[in-house]
């Protein structure tokens, strides 16, 4: 149980483009997911809190006009890079927690974005 | 000082052998704690939560001291599959707050 699916796997793709990144939770309803991002050799940096139904959350420093977030449903969100650039490129991770409160977050398998 | 502070590593320890990691964290508030295990160019995948009286899952040992605000990680019997980074988390709120993870080199 608890799997969380994230399409693509990897993209590459030309400057200026906008990339949609897909998160699912497959067995399970998430109310909110985390998105991640994380340069070679370093760790997970949240980026933001992605609320059903409502905004998103951006941590301190991460531009909510470059980064899209949409949770439309239950099961899905997706970040949006838009006119992304080679600083862009990074590995890109959604998770989600059922049940909510102390659990442990399951992490999908995770978005590497390369950028030309 | 980082919310969450590791280990630097990397160990590089024979098959067989013990290995400790530690973690310690600042939010006094936080309330879970766990262990991830990523591998390379992989997403974190959980190892183990880490509860207050302490937790065994085979070879794998955690725990938790609320009073000096870290926690650790026992490794027995190190395997060459065992290779990769550890990584702690911690929940102060509904955010995990990730360690920079250290990596475990297990060799034959």
């Known amino acids: 149980g608890a799997v969380v699916s994230q399409h693509p796997s990897w993209v590459i793709c030309k400057s200026g483009t906008s990339v949609k990144i897909e998160c699912r939770s497959l067995d399970f309803q998430a109310t909110t997911m985390f998105w991640y991002r994380q340069f070679p050799k370093q760790s997970l940096m949240l980026m933001a809190t992605?609320?059903?139904?409502?905004?998103?959350?951006?941590e301190q420093g991460v531009e909510k006009d470059k980064f899209l977030i949409n949770h439309a449903s239950l099961t899905l969100s997706t970040l949006t890079v838009t006119s992304a650039h080679p600083e862009d490129s990074s590995f890109y991770i959604c998770s989600a927690t059922p049940g909510g409160g102390n659990q442990p977050q399951h992490f999908g398998d995770g978005t590497r974005l390369s950028i030309l | 000082r980082k919310e969450v502070e590791q280990d630097p590593g990397p160990f590089n320890v024979p098959e067989g052998a013990t290995v400790a990691f530690n973690c310690t964290y600042s939010?006094?508030?936080?309330?879970?704690f766990f262990w991830y295990r990523q591998d390379c160019r992989k997403e974190p995948k959980l190892l183990m939560s880490v509860y207050s009286s302490g937790n065994e899952d085979g070879r794998f040992t955690a725990q938790l001291n609320r009073a000096s605000q870290y926690i650790s990680l026992l490794i027995r019997d190190s395997k060459l599959s065992d290779s990769a980074t550890y990584l702690c988390?911690?929940?102060?709120?509904?955010?995990?707050?990730f360690g920079a993870g250290t990596i475990l080199r297990v060799k034959s």
């Open positions: 939010n006094s508030a936080s309330q879970s």
């Open positions: 992605s609320n059903e139904g409502s905004k998103a959350t951006y």
């Open positions: 988390a911690v929940r102060p709120g509904n955010k995990l707050v």
